[in-house]
């Protein structure tokens, strides 16, 4: 697992971190992984893979941790045998990696499409959760609303992904509250010169994402309480997930789950892990002290 082996199209800069290949039936899995301690699952968004948290990772292990960031199927530099995604294929092989991994329990940050497989795993598998941060979007038992439709608008586009088409556009002032640089977004997009990784994002959104926006908002998962210690955050100028809204999806949480707050960031929008790589950091960690202690009443954050 700890063999150093050559990755194309080479990978994106970042100190400190060792690469592994992780073998589960069908998958070889990328694993970027920093530090030593209890463990946290970093799980990264779309169209990212584990460099997104090439910041704030190193942090996080600082403070004490090990931090495991894997590279979904269809993303970065993990291939699968067979292409193709079912609802909870990606959170079957992040189970299948803990197993592997020796990981029975961990701590989980996520964004973006990484919510998804978060919640999916708070779920279906609390006892291996033992506190979860997720990063612009909203809980798996928020209060579906027309309001909410604007956050789904890029799908239809994805959903007709071709093979090589660039996916730049992605990385807009409509997602991010300062630009990134092409050497940054060439470090996120480089992956997808990878046949395999360019012809999943259809399959990806076809066969997992919109059967889970289907659950979604058919509330299934306002009938299944939420056990892990869960911390929503959204940045100040995404525009989707502005407050109000946000304290109106969830304003019956005390129901939906054991524990379970909102919090904010200024200066940032969608890509939050970017824009506010600090803030991302001091809730993570703050969260995880708070999850720790004794459960006070479950309000939801105060906007910071």
Request: net charge negative.
């Amino acid at each position: 697992m700890n063999e150093r082996r050559l990755w194309e199209p080479p990978l994106p800069e970042a100190p400190g971190f060792e690469h592994h290949l992780v073998e589960t039936p069908g998958l070889r899995t990328h694993v970027a992984t920093i530090g030593e301690g209890e463990p946290v699952l970093m799980l990264h968004g779309f169209p990212q893979h584990w460099w997104q948290w090439r910041t704030i990772a190193p942090r996080v292990a600082a403070a004490g941790y090990r931090v495991i960031c894997p590279d979904f199927r269809g993303a970065g530099w993990t291939r699968a045998d067979e292409p193709g995604f079912h609802r909870e294929s990606v959170v079957d092989d992040l189970v299948a990696l803990m197993d592997v991994m020796g990981v029975d329990r961990a701590r989980v940050v996520s964004h973006d499409f990484g919510c998804v497989v978060a919640y999916q795993l708070s779920y279906r598998h609390p006892e291996r959760v033992v506190a979860a941060v997720q990063f612009a979007v909203p809980p798996a038992f928020m209060i579906f609303t027309p309001r909410l439709l604007p956050a789904f608008s890029h799908m239809p586009k994805l959903l007709m992904h071709h093979e090589g088409e660039p996916l730049n556009y992605l990385f807009s002032e409509k997602y991010l509250a300062e630009p990134l640089t092409d050497e940054e977004i060439d470090g996120y997009l480089r992956a997808h010169r990878v046949p395999e990784v360019s012809r999943a994002v259809r399959d990806l959104y076809r066969g997992l994402v919109i059967p889970e926006v289907m659950k979604l908002a058919a509330g299934s998962y306002r009938r299944v309480q939420l056990k892990p210690p869960t911390l929503a955050v959204f940045g100040r100028e995404d525009h989707e997930f502005p407050e109000e809204l946000v304290r109106q999806i969830c304003r019956d949480h005390v129901r939906r789950a054991d524990r379970f707050a909102v919090a904010f960031a200024e200066g940032a929008s969608h890509f939050i892990t970017d824009d506010a790589p600090d803030a991302v950091v001091r809730h993570t960690l703050d969260w995880f002290a708070a999850a720790a202690a004794p459960n006070r009443s479950a309000q939801t954050g105060a906007a910071s």
